[in-house]
């Protein structure tokens, strides 16, 4: 994917819904966002955004200061109530996109991982970004409805665990 250029001082971008806009180049920040893919008795927990209506893997935005894989663990627990760990980073992807008005060259790193916790984790979504929360079997997981950057990372998790 070829980054937008900035003709003029000025680069397009698509926001969450696909639509292109023109924004000023120095108002383009980067965002490093983290996701956790994880895996549980053949299912995979995906949580549909609220924002788009995309099936995402749960993750978001780290803070400066923050470990990629802790700001993984943090989103993910605020996200679904699910304490998890960081096993491998497994997929990085990079795009840019407006959201709320604002440009941002995301830089999203996925991350496979497990939970602490013994027995099938209790989930707790955050209503104000999640509307579901949902376990997929790993053979119906909703492609059609998921972002094409997680769609690999998913894919690049299975070969890995078809490889073990």
Sequence with gaps: MKGPTAKGRRV???DFDGRMAWYDADTVKFRPAAYGILVHKGRVLLTQSRFTGLWDFPGGGVEAFEWMADGMAREFQEE??????????AYVAE????????????????????????????????????????WFPLNRVP??????SDR?????????ISDR
């Design 95 to 134: 795009s840019y996109i407006a959201m709320f008005g604002r440009p941002y060259h995301s830089l999203r790193f996925y991350y496979l991982c497990h939970t602490a916790a013994e027995g099938e984790p209790e989930l707790d979504y955050d209503p104000g970004e999640v509307s579901e929360i949902t």
């Design 12 to 14: 397009e971008c698509p």
């Design 80 to 89: 679904t109530g699910v304490e998890v760990l960081s096993d491998q980073l």
């Design 152 to 160: 690999e990372a998913l894919d690049r998790v299975l070969e890995s």
């Design 143 to 148: 492609r059609d409805k998921m972002h094409e």
